[in-house]
């Protein structure tokens, strides 16, 4: 299991924190999701050998937000 930080843009309100959410938690191998509202950032678990840190950008890209990992 690993576990990345994301820098996450274009969250303006509590609906956007639970789009995000949604949108990553319901990938394969992501094992849990913890959206920062007001840092505009997350912190996900997933299994690397199921899914990548550029799925989950380009699933919060989909939702209509923007997801960059922090390095
Ligand atoms: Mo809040 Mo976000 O009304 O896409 S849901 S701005």
Redesign the pocket.
């Known amino acids: 299991m690993a576990q990345d930080k994301f820098d996450v843009g274009?969250?303006?309100?509590?609906?956007?924190q639970?789009?995000v959410d949604r949108a990553v938690s319901k990938l394969d191998g992501v094992q849990s999701v913890a959206v920062n509202l007001l840092a505009g950032s997350m912190m996900v678990d997933y299994d690397p050998a199921q899914v990548s840190p550029d799925d989950i950008c380009t699933a919060v890209d989909r939702a209509?937000?923007s997801a960059s990992p922090v390095s």
Do not use: E, K, S
Not at 10 to 16: D, I, K, N, S, V
């Open positions: 274009g969250m303006t309100c509590a609906a956007c639970a789009h209509g937000y």
